[in-house]
């Protein structure tokens, strides 16, 4: 029973995270998006307490994305859960 519970879980995040990746490719440019988040180099984890937390292929990814992105990030989580205000 618990591994149901899991697989529902992962389902409704990846949902969530699908949700995030298309508000970010219609508010990026094509080549923005397609180099920074349509290689798989950001990935969502989980998330907890209102946070989400990602995976990045490596330092150089996480800091560009937060760099560069973390505004449109945020605005994306914003728009598909409300109750996500960090990652």
């Known amino acids: 029973m618990l591994i149901d519970n899991v697989i529902r879980l992962a389902d409704a995040s990846q949902g969530l995270w699908d949700s995030v990746l298309s ?3 219609s508010s990026l440019s094509a080549n923005s998006y397609d180099m920074w988040f349509g290689k798989k180099n950001l990935t ?4 907890e307490n ?18 560069q992105f973390r505004g ?16």
């Open 72 to 87: 449109a990030l945020l605005e994306a989580f914003k728009q598909a859960d409300p109750e996500i205000n960090d990652y």
């Open 44 to 47: 969502l984890d989980c998330i």
């Open 23 to 25: 508000s970010l490719r």
């Open 50 to 67: 209102g946070c989400a937390k990602l995976i990045a292929a490596n330092e150089l990814v996480a800091s560009w994305i937060n760099g």
